[in-house]
């Protein structure tokens, strides 16, 4: 099985033969298997040369770049071999189509606010009382099959997020991660911290999913498409961050896994350390990789396959050959 290689720390990747080598400043060497790599996701201060470069061109794998405050900067994003001119065409005539614009963008949505509601209702059967919010996400949901505009979305949105986030104290019975609220650059306590980092994780996750298929990332619906790299990434990510970034920060808090000394305040803001950034994807790898029965396959599939599904369900949609509807969990 192919994996994800994480680099946490400085040093320089380079070619040897026909795989990678990673040499830390201090000396260490890890020899990377290159036909069992699915992407790289690196942390560290790194220097690499056009070798590095044709040989993940050559294998398809994806590299991804964080700064200092682990905040997403980048990825070398290889060759397109699956693009698809056809695929495109069909994109952007969605994409300045309004109203086919607004039906991906509320689906996506759709797709959101369901598996927070899921989320919120398998805590709620452990005696986490949610069911006054969940009433009010249940209520979101049905509302936005009225909107039709993509600001009206993005409020709606808004709304949804204040609500899942407001229920993240009563689920995490720890104070030192009490939320508060939603705070981005810099996060401003544990719980922001470890929410921006697990979405970047997710953003590029979906990135290296929909870079297996024709679909092109940069012609987003829900997130517009300008200055910014990628969106479509952005919008796939909405549908699973709550069953697989914060179902994997509970896990870490309410386990023990996470503490106080997991981070480090950097220069007005808080930050995981790298050996609490290390626990992190260990567990975001984790959920990645369960499994669970699919609905029409027939068979277990990870959430990680799921990802590239739902991009595979967006060509069809906007081909006309069936309408997408978002992943919800089943449990």
Request: overall charge neutral; proline content about 2%.
């Amino acid at each position: 099985m192919s994996k994800v290689i994480y680099i946490f720390k400085s040093g320089k990747l380079s070619r040897k033969d026909n795989t990678l080598c990673f040499e830390t400043v201090e000396g260490e060497r890890k020899f990377i298997p290159i036909e069992n790599t699915r992407e790289i996701q690196i942390f560290g201060e790194i220097t690499l040369n056009k070798d590095v470069l044709e040989l993940l061109c050559k294998y398809e794998i994806t590299l991804h770049f964080y700064n200092y405050y682990t905040y997403y900067v980048g990825s070398f994003y290889p060759r397109e071999h699956y693009n698809s001119g056809f695929i495109l065409v069909k994109q952007v005539q969605h994409y300045l189509d309004t109203t086919r614009r607004v039906k991906l963008a509320a689906a996506f949505l759709q797709g959101a606010v369901s598996n927070m509601i899921k989320v919120l209702a398998y805590y709620n059967r452990r005696d986490v009382d949610l069911q006054h919010e969940i009433s009010i996400l249940d209520t979101f949901k049905n509302e936005l099959v009225s909107h039709d505009s993509i600001p009206e979305l993005m409020a709606l949105e808004g709304r949804a997020r204040e609500v899942y986030y407001s229920c993240f104290d009563k689920i995490v019975a720890t104070s030192s991660f009490s939320f508060g609220k939603r705070t981005r650059r810099p996060p401003e306590n544990q719980m922001n911290a470890l929410i921006s980092f697990g979405n970047s994780l997710l953003y590029t996750t979906v990135l290296s999913e929909i870079y297996k298929t024709h679909l092109d990332p940069r012609i987003g619906y829900l997130h517009e498409s300008n200055f910014r790299s990628f969106s479509l990434n952005l919008d796939i990510a909405e549908v699973f961050k709550p069953i697989i970034v914060d179902r994997a920060i509970f896990a870490l808090i309410n386990k023990g896994i996470l503490k106080d000394g997991s981070f480090e305040r950097r220069l007005g803001g808080l930050y995981l350390s790298e050996a609490g950034a290390r626990e992190f994807v260990q567990e975001f790898d984790s959920k990645l990789e369960s499994t669970m029965e699919h609905r029409t396959l027939g068979r277990r599939v990870s959430y990680r396959t799921l990802i590239r599904m739902e991009a595979y369900k967006i060509e069809k949609h906007i081909i006309g050959e069936k309408s997408y509807e978002p992943y919800e969990a089943l449990w």
